[in-house]
C-alpha cells in the first residue's frame, strides 16, 4: 500500500514559466518530507524538504508548500529551465532521519 | 570527493543464482540503506543500517539479505528466491538524523539487475 501518492506521472511546461508537482500522503504519522530530482541512470539528488511545524520552505528556485490537514504537499520551481528536467519524487519520513517512503515521481520536461 | 559507490552498474544473472551488490561510501554517514526501483513505482526500501554489525528488514525484505561489518560498506545479496529480481537497485547513506532534512540522503548511481 503506497502512503505517498505522486499521481501526475508527467508534466510538460516551458521554458521560464512555474512547474508546479504535487504529493499527496495517507499516513498522519509523517513528519518530514523531502523532494529528490533523478536523471535516467543516475541517483536522486536531495533538493529541498520540510518538516511539519513549517508551511512553506524556500530555496532559490524552489519552494515546497505543505498543508498538513490535506495531507499535502507541492513543489513550486520558478522559473522553469531546460536543466531542469527530469524525474521528481517526493518522500516521507516519520522520523527524522530514518527510513523514507517514496512516491513514484514526476517526469517534468521543460519545452524551450 | 565523498560520495556513494555502486558497482557494477549493470549486471546480468541466471535464474538460481545469487549475486551481491556492492555499495561503498567515504562518507563518514552512519546509516546506510538499500532500495529497489521499478518502471513506474517509487522508491521500495529492502534493508538498512544504522549502525555497525546491525540492520533492519524493509518493506520489500524477502529473498534479499545484507551484512554490515564496516562502516563504509554495506553489501547486497540478491538470493535465487527473489522471485522477480530484475529492477534497478539504488543505495544511500545519511549523515547523522539531525541533519537529514538539511542535506537529504546521499544516492548511489545505482545497479541495474537483469535476470536472464
Not at chain 1, 499535502?72 to 519524487?89: E, K, R, T
Request: glycine residues 8%.
Amino acid at each position: 500500500d503506497q502512503q505517498v501518492k505522486q499521481n501526475s506521472p508527467s508534466l510538460s511546461v516551458q521554458e521560464g514559466r512555474i512547474s508546479i508537482l504535487n504529493c499527496d500522503y495517507t499516513n498522519s504519522m509523517f513528519d518530514y518530507f523531502l523532494w529528490y530530482k533523478k536523471y535516467p541512470a543516475e541517483g536522486p539528488t536531495f533538493l529541498i524538504s520540510i518538516s511539519s511545524i513549517k508551511d512553506k520552505n524556500e530555496d532559490g528556485r524552489f519552494t515546497v508548500f505543505l498543508n498538513k490537514s490535506a495531507k499535502h504537499l507541492s513543489l513550486h520551481i520558478v522559473p522553469s529551465q531546460p536543466g531542469d528536467s527530469a524525474v521528481y519524487f517526493c518522500a516521507a519520513s516519520e522520523e527524522m532521519g530514518y527510513k523514507l517512503s517514496f512516491g513514484a515521481g514526476t517526469t517534468v520536461t521543460v519545452r524551450a | 570527493d565523498g560520495g556513494i559507490t555502486q558497482s557494477p552498474k549493470y549486471l546480468f544473472r541466471k535464474e538460481g543464482q545469487n549475486v551481491t551488490l556492492s555499495c561503498e561510501q567515504n562518507l563518514n554517514h552512519d546509516a546506510m540503506y538499500w532500495y529497489r526501483q521499478d518502471p513506474g513505482q517509487g522508491l521500495r526500501l529492502i534493508y538498512y543500517s544504522q549502525i555497525v554489525n546491525d540492520f533492519q528488514k524493509g518493506d520489500i525484505a524477502e529473498g534479499y539479505s545484507v551484512s554490515r561489518e564496516k562502516k563504509e560498506s554495506f553489501p547486497l545479496t540478491v538470493t535465487s528466491a527473489q522471485k522477480n529480481p530484475t529492477a534497478f537497485y539504488l543505495c544511500a547513506s545519511s549523515i547523522n538524523p539531525g541533519q537529514v532534512l538539511i542535506y537529504g540522503y546521499t544516492f548511489g548511481s545505482g545497479t541495474r539487475l537483469t535476470v536472464v
